[in-house]
């Protein structure tokens, strides 16, 4: 049954089952987040060394409690994925990214990351291509990044959400690969434009047999005919392998940490310029 909240919101039955206070109080926070304004989106670009350009920007939402302090992604987003909030707070961040950087100019292309429970509702590419045509962006400048944290080679309703969102023209990045345990069978099941190396990679590659493994994983999937990203970059160094290795795409507080748009760190047109 349903459980009545305070002030007689509804809540999510799912809430029944978080533990403790803790968690249904942030619950609460995120059931009521993007009426209240606590949400908002801070940006990363991904940049193409090679080129010195930006190749796109990523998207990472970050959360206000009632006191005004962060809470981190790594806290509420598993929260809004048990409680079903999620599905609410990743359209408002598609919907807010597409205005705030392709309506805005602010880059060509733009990446939202996108959950598993958003991937079981059938209705989801419909939302997608409602926005897209809402604002009259081409849907080649979206790209939905999802991650190895579930399996989805297994999961034909997902894998049907997946497919309707290509055909829209929505490119699919495969995030943090490396790290889940469904690993190769994704790349089989899935046609991705995209894959990021998760950053655990790059950072043990100062040994040399981390060096040897992470190359390993870059003939495989650029054998497969996809990009690559690398994750993580903070140092010199690390962009020296990332150009020994020929790897035009990388993100990074070396490259350039999230902002919000308009942020202290960006200025007009150059807000995102490697
Ligand atoms: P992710 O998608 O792998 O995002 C990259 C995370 O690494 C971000 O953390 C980013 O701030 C951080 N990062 C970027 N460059 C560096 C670097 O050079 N060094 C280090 N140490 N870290 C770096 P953040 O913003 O805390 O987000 C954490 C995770 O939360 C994300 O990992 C993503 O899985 C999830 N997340 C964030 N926003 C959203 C969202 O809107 N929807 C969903 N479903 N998940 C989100
Ligand atoms: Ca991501
Ligand atoms: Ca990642
Ligand atoms: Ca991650």
């Given at each position: 049954a349903k459980?009545?909240?305070?002030?007689?919101?509804?809540?999510?039955?799912?809430?029944?089952?978080l533990t403790?206070?803790?968690?249904?109080?942030?619950?609460v926070i995120l059931e009521q987040a993007v009426e209240r304004d606590h949400l908002s989106l801070v940006y990363q670009p991904i940049i193409d060394v090679e080129r010195g350009s930006v190749h796109a920007v990523?998207?990472?939402?970050?959360?206000?409690?009632?006191?005004?302090?962060?809470?981190?992604?790594?806290i509420f987003i598993p929260v809004a994925e048990r409680t079903g909030a999620i599905i609410q707070l990743g359209r408002w961040a598609i919907r807010t990214a597409c205005a705030e950087?392709?309506?805005?100019?602010?880059?060509?292309?733009?990446?939202?990351?996108?959950?598993?429970?958003?991937?079981?509702?059938?209705?989801?590419?419909?939302?997608v291509a409602g926005v897209l045509s809402e604002m009259k962006l081409s849907p080649s400048s979206l790209a939905l990044e999802i991650t190895e944290g579930f399996d989805i080679?297994?999961?034909s309703k997902m894998l049907q959400t997946v497919?309707?969102?290509q055909r829209i023209g929505v490119e699919i990045w495969l995030d943090d690969f490396g790290t889940g345990y469904a690993g190769l069978s994704w790349l089989q099941a899935v046609e991705f434009t995209?894959?990021?190396?998760d950053q655990r990679f790059l950072q043990s590659c100062e040994t040399e047999e981390g060096a040897k493994f992470l190359q390993d994983i870059l003939h495989l999937v650029r054998n497969r005919g996809l990009s690559v990203v690398l994750e993580g970059v903070e140092t010199s160094e690390q962009m020296a392998?990332?150009?020994?290795?020929?790897?035009?795409?990388?993100?990074?507080?070396?490259?350039?940490?999230?902002?919000?748009v308009g942020g202290a760190q960006s200025r007009g047109s150059a807000r995102f310029e490697a």
């Open positions: 459980a009545n909240g305070r002030n007689g919101t509804h809540v999510f039955d799912a809430q029944a089952s403790d206070n803790e968690d249904r109080n942030l619950a990523e998207t990472l939402m970050r959360l206000r409690g009632a006191d005004g302090v962060p809470i981190p992604p790594s950087i392709l309506v805005a100019g602010v880059a060509n292309k733009v990446s939202v990351n996108v959950s598993a429970v958003q991937l079981r509702e059938a209705s989801f590419p419909l939302f080679s297994s999961d497919s309707a969102l995209l894959v990021k190396i392998f990332l150009r020994k290795v020929n790897v035009p795409l990388a993100q990074g507080y070396y490259l350039g940490r999230p902002a919000p």
